[in-house]
């Protein structure tokens, strides 16, 4: 009998009928014969509406209050699953965040697991109930009420997967899989079948959307075995794994891989001048205290460049004008058509001859990389936000669909 | 019985009486009753006066005589030890690299390889003879004599263990391992005793002088397992394994991990301001058609900036020379007293406290950060070359000494 743990998402429970079809597939499961552990999150659109809801009642609602708010979304979701559960003759029980156990530091809304408890989650499951959790939601060591941020639910899931030594932790979701690209854009993405954890997690922080790095970074330092799968249709999905299990097999020993193109339109460019180059860990004081990403930042003599989430502009940019009037930064910008494409991969920077590549093939069609950074699996490059989709399929054909890297 | 590959550095075989101690060391496993394959490097300095000599018989030799003539090196280390080995009554049989079918692309001096046949190794050691095979050289499909450039004998070594499908390949060198920092520098330096792929790809892509990243990156992909060990003293070493076998176990699930701090005085900061942004293509195509290495590079607005070897300064001179004369390049500079000093770990960047505490360190004790760039598993900054060993400790006391990540 092995642990199963689930996440769907909250486009797999948006309606009663979507949750009434989830059930069903759990109930599968459960048939099988595993003990199985249902993360959920709230119902659609629900955050959303409670986010807008709070902004209705109040200018400046507090972010503990709006922990409390948006937690009551879970709620909902996780209580109605295990209704539909019961009706199909299938024990189940519902935990909040709280009553997994799921300890969290105290920042509010954006909070980090520092540990997780999990006994009554454990006890109901050895009852061979079928534990549905809310995910996104914690408690802080002063029992106040906080949620994860972003990637919260998965974070949930693989965060409880580790801790219990699940089997397998499944994520659902409204795609087939990891693809080479987004399928959206370039017809030919191929569905990747494997894909190791380091890879997947420059994937996910590089942009592609359907897993969130936070939880695969959780994933690969407790080697949990992840699946992404279709929550409606049957498929074989992705399987996130260790990379003793994969062994690139390309042609020549030494040449690098190309895995996937990931491209990013939820991110903006940010430039900072600081009054002097000394000041600069005034900026990460201020991102690392309110928990803010900076993806791909390059510092030099006294520049930064890094990348931002669109929807963080504001927050950025009161910090910004903060630290200007307070003699840190000399000027800032944030430029918003610039979006990064990235190379995943393996055994880059060998040489250059893949960063020349990506160079030739953009300019060749006259886009304009305007900044770039590498590491040894990955590649990001900026590119106006009007050229994305045109720069995702350039290099989609140039280094995946006319090579045999998959 | 298991198939074990043993590799020995130019100081482990510097003199006739560590060759017959080596003989001594590989008899002992030998009588353990497994297979041996070793691999060599040339004795000492030996191919450093090999380069001296040409230079001294020639203004320019040519690349394609250079490898003959370095060639010699192993040849002659990798006879002395079987001679010795057959001393102590063990049939030993060495193989130049033409001979163990170590076939290369034709890039003289800096040659890849594309495939091992091994035949006469597999014969060899079926026999239970020891194979002694040299390291650093290859020979191309149109059976030219070929030398690997760095880290040359390191991926022989990994490159034999991966095709022939060792149980492990031990590399044996002067030092006792892998330490969280150079032991020269920082005394409190711990012997990191196992440590993942991907980390060590990174560790020795950002400076650590004990595995070229090179020999690394092809361990992960083949999933070798590799062991540093000292060739003259009885120790357990350091091992590289696949991540599955290591959990790193911090107290928050989710917080970040410092494994070590790297640091490479054999880097040299390079700046180059670009005609137009559009032509950054010519720069990477000549490094990569000259094998020549961009560490931690970074593109911005038509600046480019990376670290290169030092002692590939003259040629990328030249190269950028040309590249001014032919309308690339406006102009370059090499900078050289700024190093590149990093932190190796893991789930950097999900916020960037790591990074504030990098600067707020060496900003408090005056050391200035020029330069820096961040991905998930790793943190360069440049520091005054001068500054670098302070530089080094504080980082160490900070993220290591004073934290219970090891």
Tied chains: 1, 2.
């Excluded at 399928?183 to 894909?195: C, D, G, M, Q, T």
Aim: proline share 2%; glycine share 6%; charged share 25%.
């Amino acid at each position: 009998m092995s642990l199963v743990v689930q996440k769907f998402g909250g486009t797999s429970v948006g309606t009663p009928q979507k949750i009434r079809a989830i059930a069903e597939r759990i109930a599968e499961t459960y048939a099988s014969g595993h003990q199985l552990i249902v993360v959920v999150s709230a119902m659609g659109h629900t955050t959303d509406e409670l986010v807008e809801l709070a902004y209705k009642v109040s200018k400046k609602p507090k972010n503990r209050e709006m922990d409390m708010l948006l937690t009551a979304g879970e709620r909902i979701s996780m209580a109605l699953l295990s209704m539909a559960l019961e009706d199909l003759k299938i024990q189940a029980m519902s935990f909040t965040g709280s009553q997994t156990g799921i300890i969290t530091d105290g920042n509010h809304c954006r909070a980090r697991i520092k540990k997780i408890l999990g006994d009554r989650v454990k006890n109901a499951i050895s009852e061979n109930k079928v534990a549905i959790v809310a995910g996104f939601q914690g408690v802080s060591e002063s029992k106040e009420i906080t949620t994860l941020g972003r990637g919260g639910s998965d974070t949930t899931a693989v965060a409880l997967a580790a801790v219990l030594n699940a089997d397998i932790c499944e994520i659902y979701t409204d795609v087939d899989g990891i693809f080479s690209a987004d399928p959206r854009i370039v017809k030919k993405a191929k569905l990747i079948k494997r894909i190791p954890h380091d890879l997947m997690v420059e994937m996910a922080f590089r942009g592609a959307g359907v897993l969130h790095y936070r939880s695969v970074d959780l994933a690969k330092k407790y080697g949990v075995k992840l699946v992404v799968k279709n929550s409606f249709k049957e498929s074989e999905g992705t399987e996130v794994v260790n990379r003793e299990v994969i062994k690139d097999t390309i042609k020549g020993m030494e040449e690098y891989q190309v895995l996937a193109v990931a491209d990013d339109a939820s991110k903006i460019f940010l430039k900072i001048n600081l009054m002097r180059p000394t000041v600069a860990s005034a900026i990460w004081e201020f991102s690392s205290k309110n928990h803010l990403a900076a993806i791909a930042p390059m510092f030099y003599d006294g520049q930064m460049f890094f990348y931002i989430e669109k929807d963080a502009e504001d927050e950025w940019k009161k910090g910004l004008e903060k630290l200007t009037h307070d003699g840190f930064v000399k000027s800032f910008e944030v430029i918003r058509n610039q979006v990064p494409v990235s190379l995943i991969g393996n055994r880059f920077l060998q040489d250059c001859t893949s960063l020349a590549e990506i160079s030739d093939a953009l300019a060749s069609h006259d886009i304009l990389v305007t900044h770039g950074v590498a590491s040894p699996l990955a590649i990001t490059v900026s590119v106006a936000a009007s050229r994305k989709d045109e720069a995702v399929k350039i290099l989609h054909r140039k280094f995946i669909e006319n090579s045999d890297c998959l």
